[in-house]
């Protein structure tokens, strides 16, 4: 995992290192479309440890790191790296994912209709 280093190293003030790990996973957590209570229950977490983290008033544990960033499908050098940093890649978001694999379970038909009212409505916008 290549961490920026440079950028840890400068943050002198472990504070303001939570603090802005907060709010780069804050930021990460609404480009993918998720309320912190969302991103808590994939967790398996209360919405006040997530409001805790994202306000930098409680420090994320390396291994909790982790496991945020695959519930919000993205690396942990997303949510280290500096502001104007490169992202990486992400696929769909985690709550778009979830419907895409209900429409899945769906009998044909319905799916089959799903893909229409999409397809009229992408051609709309």
Known sequence: MAVTLRFILTMTDS?????????RLAQVRKEQGLTQTELADALDLSQAVI?????GRKNIPTWRLVNLAEALG???????????GGRAKRGPTPKLQKQMERISALPKEHQ??????????????
Do not use: W
């Not at 409001?51 to 306000?55: D, K, N, P, R, S």
């Not at 690396?75 to 790296?81: G, M, N, Q, Y």
């Not at 089959?112 to 916008?125: E, G, N, P, T, Y």
């Open 15 to 23: 504070g303001r290192f939570a603090k802005e790990l907060g709010q």
């Open 51 to 55: 409001a805790e983290y994202e306000a």
């Open 112 to 125: 089959r209709s799903i893909m229409q009212v999409l397809d009229l409505a992408l051609q709309k916008s």
């Open 74 to 84: 993205v690396t942990p050098d997303v949510l280290l790296a500096e502001r104007n």
